[in-house]
């Protein structure tokens, strides 16, 4: 049995043992799938790139922002997506 050490941010460790408890593994479970998935495909299983998620964009951030406040106000009660 080999052992890997690694160093990281304490708030990341804990959110993905969060996650992993939410999915019934444990954060060792998640890593050894990740490589043995990364060994098997020779690639890594999600998508990697430099721009960041549209979705989590700030004008995406704000006018989701301006929206829930719009409801939460009684300003509206319709929504883009949601046909009424």
């Known amino acids: 049995m080999a052992y890997l050490n690694l160093s990281i941010d304490d708030t990341i460790k804990k959110n993905a043992e969060k996650a992993c ?25 999600f998508e990697v790139s430099a721009d960041p ?6 004008e995406n951030i704000e006018r989701l922002e301006k929206s829930y ?3 939460k106000a ?11």
């Open 69 to 71: 406040n719009d409801i």
């Open 53 to 58: 998620d549209p979705f989590y964009s700030k």
């Open 21 to 45: 408890a939410d999915m019934g593994l444990s954060i060792s479970t998640a890593i050894n799938m990740f490589l043995v998935k990364l060994g098997n495909d020779r690639c890594i299983p």
């Open 74 to 84: 009684g300003r509206t009660t319709e929504h883009d997506i949601i046909e009424v």
